[in-house]
């Protein structure tokens, strides 16, 4: 449901919505991925080391600092925490941005940390008569509306980070007859408002569930987007790695 890529590309953390939190490197060949090696699986845990129970479970989003601060989002019993991830233990809500009367699986599902550290989320439910959706930031304890996401179409959020340039690029899903459409969509925020590109749209099932994105720099300095899907436990649906090199 989650992703971050880190250390240029070579290694990844990972969430699922059954409460899993995995590390892995990244093996490539010519640049592309040829496999992934699990290094370590916590199960999320309360901060005293016991388990979440049932619907606790469901994390959605994961942002990470570059000191190593993580922060997870959880659907049906909404909440963000932060989360200790050298053993998945959770601790520090925070208390969410708006009145918690969102449906049981339509939370926070895309959270990510700007340049000086603010997070960012925004949820999958869209406002009512096509209004746009919040952006929420918080910083020194407090949220606060910081800009609004057009809505575009059936799509709705299910992933965001930020670039070094300080540009949000947000994974978008749309649910159709014959599979899920995906869309990455790319902001610029200047003096309150937000410039919009649309960087690519996909076909109905081209890929399956994409919900997780970050985007990570080489050390030639191009940027790439690192997306994953979320199979919902079905033999139907695949776990699946989608990676976009990016042409500025």
């Not at 892995?24 to 592309?32: P, Q």
């Not at 965001?160 to 869309?183: I, N, Q």
Request: without cysteine; glycine residues 10%; charged residues 25%.
């Amino acid at each position: 449901s989650g992703i971050e890529v880190r250390a240029n590309g070579t290694e990844m953390t990972v969430v699922s919505d059954r409460g899993q939190l995995i590390d892995a490197d990244i093996r490539r060949k010519g640049g592309r991925i040829t496999g992934v090696d699990v290094y370590s699986n916590n199960r999320l845990s309360k901060s005293s080391g016991g388990r979440l129970r049932k619907k606790a479970v469901d994390a959605e989003a994961l942002a990470i600092t570059e000191d190593g601060t993580a922060y997870v989002s959880f659907e049906h019993r909404h909440r963000i925490t932060q989360v200790d991830l050298t053993n998945g233990r959770t601790r520090g809500t925070i208390k969410l941005p708006f009145v918690n009367e969102l449906g049981n699986n339509a939370g926070v599902e895309a959270m990510a940390l700007g340049p000086d550290g603010t997070l960012y989320a925004l949820t999958e439910k869209a406002p009512p008569n096509g209004q746009p959706f919040p952006l929420y930031a918080y910083s020194n304890g407090a949220w606060r509306v910081s800009a609004r996401i057009p809505q575009r179409g059936p799509f709705v959020p299910v992933g965001a980070d930020f670039d070094p340039y300080g540009r949000l690029w947000l994974l978008e899903r749309a649910t159709t007859p014959v599979g899920f459409r995906s869309r990455v969509r790319l902001f610029v925020f200047t003096a309150g408002a937000a410039q919009e590109y649309t960087m690519f749209t996909s076909l109905p099932a081209r890929y399956d569930n994409l919900e997780g994105i970050s985007v990570w720099q080489d050390p030639s300095g191009k940027l790439h987007i690192t997306m994953v899907s979320d199979d919902n436990f079905l033999r139907l649906q695949r776990t699946q790695i989608v990676e976009y090199t990016v042409r500025e």
